[in-house]
């Protein structure tokens, strides 16, 4: 089970972080990630960290002003968004991906958290 929180309404330029807790798997082994959506769009991931390789993704859109990170002892992931944009806005799910396959079809999903940048 993961849930998320820290999604909000917040103007252009503004910083926000979304926190992720996870309960009742082995979190560590797990690739991480958020994903969002936008009304009228596909779900797309946003940040991930994948523990086999020790890699970071960020989609274009958001490098240099997201951050993901995590704290194993904790079983939380992060995400801090800086310079916010109004093209962020969506919700923001945070995902886990314990075995080999697809996010959408093999990873734990929180319920979503929405983000809304607007002046």
């Keep these: 089970q993961l849930q998320a929180s820290g999604g909000g ?9 979304l926190f992720c ?5 082995t979190f560590s082994n797990c690739a991480v990630g958020w ?11 946003v940040a991930a960290l ?3 390789s020790s890699t970071t993704f960020y989609r274009d859109s958001v490098k240099g002003r997201f951050t993901i990170s995590r704290d194993n ?3 939380t992931v992060d995400l801090l968004m800086t310079s916010l944009k109004p ?3 969506a919700v923001y ?9 697809t996010w959408e079809e093999d990873a734990h999903w929180g319920q979503g958290t929405l983000v809304t940048v607007s002046s």
Aim: glycine share 10%; hydrophobic share 30%.
């Design 9 to 17: 309404l917040v103007q252009p330029g503004e910083t926000l972080r």
């Design 35 to 45: 994903h969002r959506q936008a009304p009228g769009k596909e779900r797309e991931l």
């Design 21 to 25: 807790e996870a309960s009742g798997f």
């Design 87 to 89: 093209e962020d806005t």
């Design 73 to 75: 002892a904790k079983n």
């Design 93 to 101: 799910y945070c995902a886990a991906k314990c075995i080999p396959g």
């Design 50 to 52: 994948y523990v086999l």
